[in-house]
């Protein structure tokens, strides 16, 4: 089945530092979504990629749409502790024809070190 | 707006016993899913609606199992009986449309003994 590989699954970095994470597939995806999640809550959708090759930021985070369409990256820059947390990307699945739902990989976990 | 609303936020239970865990999706959204989420699987989808009709229920581990959504605001996923395997944390989460993304509730986080 599609399944998407998040590298590294785990950051330990120093405040101030910039994060690079990726996220590829054995699939074509159409879609790329980066979320984060904090710690007991549910994730949150920081970024959506629609065309291969694209390159989107929010603040101090920027994420690109591979042009094999079968990865994706997420850079954060100058990282504060609040970017603590877990770095998911997801993409349509298709089950069964429909896609109405999402895969999720299996995550990157940071921690910023003050 | 709430956002998504699950309950209860933390359920411990014996095993044996039957589990409900409810939520409200943000008003106006057409999709509904249910996932779960465990150190070793990750995040994972048990089952989704759509105008509250269940779509794909491939996900739901066994037949302890099951999901209802009554009406446009609300669905519950039911454990009967639950098993400490069952422990995880569920989310649920709603979309207008899937391909833009979802909101996710905080989730219900399940033990059971």
């Known amino acids: 089945g599609q399944q998407l590989n998040q590298s590294p699954q785990s950051m330990f970095i120093q405040e101030g530092e910039d994060v690079s994470m990726n996220c590829t597939s054995s699939?074509?995806?159409?879609?790329w979504l980066w979320y984060k999640q904090d710690p007991g809550e549910g994730p949150v959708l920081l970024i959506a990629?629609?065309?291969?090759?694209e390159l989107t930021s929010n603040g101090r985070l920027t994420a690109q749409f591979g042009i094999t369409r079968k990865d994706s990256f997420l850079n954060i820059s100058a990282s504060i502790p609040s970017d603590v947390g877990i770095y998911f990307c997801a993409g349509p699945g298709d089950y069964g024809g429909s896609q109405g739902n999402l895969i999720f990989g299996k995550g990157t976990k940071l921690s910023v070190k003050p | 707006d709430a956002g998504v609303i699950q309950s209860p936020r933390h359920e411990v239970t014996e095993m044996g016993q039957e589990v409900t865990l409810r939520c409200k999706p943000i008003?106006?959204?057409?999709?509904l899913f249910w996932y779960r989420q465990t150190m070793m699987r990750g995040l994972e989808l048990l089952i989704y609606?759509?105008?509250?009709?269940?779509?794909?229920d491939s996900g739901m581990p066994e037949d302890r199992f099951s999901a209802k959504m009554p009406n446009a605001s609300f669905s519950t996923l039911k454990i009967q009986p639950s098993e400490p395997r069952d422990s995880a944390v569920y989310f649920c989460?709603?979309?207008?449309?899937?391909?833009?993304?979802?909101?996710f509730g905080s989730g219900t986080r399940l033990t059971v003994v």
């Open positions: 990629l629609y065309k291969a090759g």
């Open positions: 699939s074509i995806f159409n879609t």
């Open positions: 989460a709603s979309s207008l449309n899937p391909v833009v993304g979802y909101t």
């Open positions: 008003s106006g959204h057409d999709y």
């Open positions: 609606f759509n105008n509250n009709v269940p779509i794909d």
